[in-house]
Every structure is written in structure tokens, then in C-alpha cells.
């Protein structure tokens, strides 16, 4: 989970970013002008910013440069506009944006480039810890870092949830590591929402009360992953 300062003075288009984020498990924080950003920012510093070009105060790119300037821009920076020209787009990824969604913002847009901008700070991060370690002699009969944390098989067998799956049986997944960490967090989701409107004989309601989920975004989430409710209702019953 990733914490994401979505930035925006449209207050339509936060509430759609963070409720798609949110789906996605992230945690979002909102502003809709430069100073709650500013604000935000100070207060816990965010992995990844989406921040709108056009604003009333401050305008993105000034607060792009603003933390550029101040050595703040130590997260990746995703600009968003549904009226910036070229000319800006470039400006804004020269002071050190990270990429450029054009708004309306299509769904795999976002999340490919929310990827990508998590997966950059990741490594931004890992890097200088990595190479400020100093490698030492392993004392006698203690294992070295390197034999810990060696990757073993990509292969791991994952137990889901205490109770029988739909299907009677205690299921055991087996999800390899090789996998893109999307396609891997829908299988085990697929499973774990299969499980509980198993349990609930496909309650909708009992299911987003169990699962913590609003109605619809628990409609939306099946429905992305395929998930047909009234098949598991037989079953279960």
C-alpha cells in the first residue's frame, strides 16, 4: 500500500481518483489547491503526487518548481490537465515530472502510470540504502544477509482464509513470483471474494459488510475480475 496525494480543484475528479485509488489499496490524501498541498507534504511526505496543472491559487507546474527548487521533490510527480499544451507537458517533465495524464484520464492510464511511479520510487529508495551498507565477514555458524534474503524457487503456496472455499475444500494457491504483482493480487482477490460470497451465499450485502467494501465498489471489483456472484450462490447453497 502506497500513500498518494492526489491534487486537484475539481472536487468531481478527486473523489474519482482517490475512490479508484482506494479500490487499488492505497491511502490517499486529497488537496484541491497548492497550499493543502504544501501542507500535505510538510506533514507526511506522500510516495507518489498526481497533481493537476490548472489551479486558481498556484498553478501545478509552479509548484512542481517550488518543490523542485526547495529540494522537496524527492517523490515521483504524475501532472494532470485536460487543457495543457505540448509546450507544458514538456516543461513540466524537464523540472522533473514523472509522466503526464490527459484528462478525462482513462483507468489503465492512471493505474499503468501509478505503477510505474511507485515502482521508480522504489528503486530512487532502495538504491543509496543498498549501496551505503558496508559488506562485512559473516561471523561463524551466523548466516550472511545475502544467504537470508537469496530468492529461493519462484514458487510459493499461499493458504486462503481458515474456512472451506466455495467448493467444500481448504484450497491452496499456488502463485508464482515471476507473475507481475497485478496478475498475482488478482488471483489471491478472485479467491478471497470467491471464499466469502461462498460463505454468504452470495449475499452482496453480507459480503461488503465482511469485506469492508461499499456496495458498488464491491460490484466494480467483481466485476473487473470476473467474478460472477449468482454462480457462487449455487454453489454455496
Avoid: C
Avoid at 522537496?72 to 503526464?100: C, K, Q, W, Y
Avoid at 519462484?154 to 515471476?178: E, I, K, W, Y
Amino acid at each position: 500500500m502506497a500513500n498518494i496525494l492526489v491534487v486537484d480543484d475539481e472536487m468531481g475528479i478527486r473523489e474519482l481518483l482517490s475512490e479508484i485509488l482506494s479500490d487499488e489499496g492505497h491511502a490517499v490524501q486529497l488537496a484541491e489547491n497548492a497550499q493543502q498541498a504544501r501542507e500535505a507534504r510538510a506533514a507526511d511526505a506522500p510516495d507518489l503526487v498526481l497533481l493537476d496543472i490548472w489551479m486558481p491559487d498556484t498553478d501545478g507546474v509552479t509548484l512542481l518548481k517550488e518543490w523542485q527548487r526547495d529540494g522537496l521533490l524527492t517523490m515521483p510527480v504524475i501532472m494532470m490537465s485536460g487543457h495543457a499544451t505540448i509546450d507544458t507537458a514538456v516543461e513540466a517533465t524537464r523540472i522533473g515530472a514523472l509522466n503526464f495524464l490527459e484528462k478525462p484520464i482513462a483507468l489503465q492510464k492512471l493505474l499503468k502510470a501509478v505503477q510505474q511511479g511507485l515502482t521508480r520510487a522504489q528503486e530512487t529508495v532502495r538504491a543509496p540504502v543498498l549501496a551505503a551498507r558496508p559488506s562485512l565477514p559473516p561471523e561463524e555458524g551466523v548466516p550472511s544477509a545475502a544467504a537470508i534474503f537469496t530468492p529461493q524457487p519462484a514458487q510459493v503456496a499461499v493458504r486462503v482464509g481458515a474456512l472451506p472455499l466455495p467448493n467444500g475444500d481448504n484450497h491452496f494457491l499456488n502463485l508464482s513470483f515471476d507473475l507481475p504483482l497485478r496478475e498475482a493480487r488478482d488471483a489471491f482477490e478472485r479467491l478471497y471474494f470467491e471464499h466469502h460470497l461462498g460463505r454468504e451465499g452470495g449475499s452482496m450485502t453480507r459480503v461488503a459488510e465482511k469485506t469492508g467494501l461499499e456496495r458498488t465498489h464491491l460490484y466494480r471489483k467483481l466485476k473487473q475480475l470476473g467474478v460472477e456472484p449468482g454462480k457462487l450462490a449455487k454453489k454455496g447453497g
